[in-house]
């Protein structure tokens, strides 16, 4: 028997039967729900770091993409917005197309 204790997506259940395996599962909190999607996130930073093929890389961005979607939904928000939110922060801000690497500032 292993014990997992993190967040799975919504198939895993039934991906288990399939295998012939019988899983345990609470739904969780909203708080903790929130909770286990930032862990989740800092899993899926960690993972994308460390892939080793632009396939593993690109799987692990697709991962972190549905973490965000999830996210977005916690904090109330549409995809919509967040990208407005995004949009008003590159325009502000810039976005990462120079591919500046800031050394030092000087008083």
Known sequence: MAYYNKLVRDKI?????????????????????ESELKKKLAEGVKEYREAKSEIHAAEE?????EILIALTKVHELTL?????????????????HERLFLIKVED
């Open 13 to 33: 259940p039934e991906l288990l039967e399939q295998a012939g395996k019988k899983g345990t599962f609470r739904i969780l909190g909203n708080q903790e729900f």
């Open 80 to 96: 919509r917005e967040l990208d407005e939110i995004r949009q008003e922060k590159a325009r502000k801000h810039g976005r990462f």
């Open 61 to 65: 961005l697709a991962e972190l993409f």
